[in-house]
C-alpha cells in the first residue's frame, strides 16, 4: 500500500453508519479496514469497494484475541498507519430493565462498552504511530439523559462518552486525538418501529439518513471537537439535560418507550 494513503479501521461496518462511512472514506482514497460479524453484508461491500481498497473480515469486538489479531493484520496491510479508529459497532435490547434476559443485556454491555474498551487498547500503538491520528466512538444521544426502555444500552453509551472525554486528555500525551458521535435518530433497521411512529420531519429527532452521520465521521477527522451532535440540533438538548435535568425527565416522561 501507498504510505501516503491514509487508513480507517471501521467496527459495525456491515451495515448502516459503518457502511456509509466506508463507503465515503473509499470513494475519497482511503484504505478501508471494515469488521463486522455480518458475512454477508461484510461480502457486499467488498464487491462494491473493491478487495484492493481494503479488508473486509469478521470480528467479535468483545474478543480481545479478535481485535488484537484484527488490529495487527490491518497494520500489516497499511505499513503500520491507521489515521481513524471508529469504534462503531454497537447493540440493543428493548424493554424494562428486570424483564430483558440477563444474557441480552450482558451482550449490550460487551459490545458496546468492552469492545470499544478493547478496540482501544487494541488500536493505541498504531495510532501513536500516525500523525494526525483520531480515536473517534459512536456514543448516542441517549448519552445526553438516559433513555426509558434501553436503560442499558444508554447507560453504556454515558459510559462511551466519558470514557472519550478522559481519553481526549490522555492521548494527548501521544499526539492522538479522541472524540464521540452524538446521533439520535438514525434511519436504520435498529430504530423500534414505536420510535419511528412519533419521529417529527424537522429538528433534532427527525429520523437522519447514516449518510449523514458518515459526514460528520469524516468532519470530525478534519477539526478538533470532542462531541459531533447529529443532527447538530442534540446540542440543545444536552444544554437543556444539564441545566434541568427534572424537567427533562418530567418531558420524556410523556414519551413511548424505546421499544416495540
Known sequence: MNPDRKAIFITGA????????????????WFVGAFDLNARGLAELEAELRPGNGIFAALDVSSAVA??????????????????????????????????AWADLMR???????????????????????PGSLCLTTSSSSSIFGTAGI??????????RGLTEALSIELKRFGVRAADLIPGLIDTSILPQSMRAIAPPTGMWRLVPP????????????????????????????LQATATPEAVREERAQLPLFVD
Open 14 to 29: 456491515a451495515a448502516g453508519i459503518g457502511r456509509e462511512t466506508a463507503r465515503l472514506f473509499a470513494s475519497r482514497g
Open 67 to 100: 481485535f488484537t489479531g484484527a488490529v495487527e493484520r490491518f497494520g500489516a496491510a497499511t505499513g503500520g498507519r491507521l489515521d481513524l479508529l471508529f469504534n462503531n459497532a454497537g447493540t440493543g435490547v428493548g424493554g424494562f430493565l428486570e424483564e430483558v
Open 108 to 130: 449490550v454491555v460487551n459490545v458496546n462498552l468492552l469492545g470499544v474498551i478493547i478496540g482501544i487498547r487494541a488500536g493505541i500503538p498504531l495510532l501513536k504511530a500516525t
Open 151 to 160: 436503560a442499558v444500552y444508554s447507560a453504556t453509551k454515558h459510559a462511551v
Open 211 to 238: 449518510s449523514e452521520v458518515a459526514a460528520a465521521v469524516w468532519s470530525a477527522y478534519h477539526a478538533d471537537l470532542l462531541h459531533w451532535y447529529v443532527p447538530a440540533e442534540l446540542k440543545e438538548f444536552d
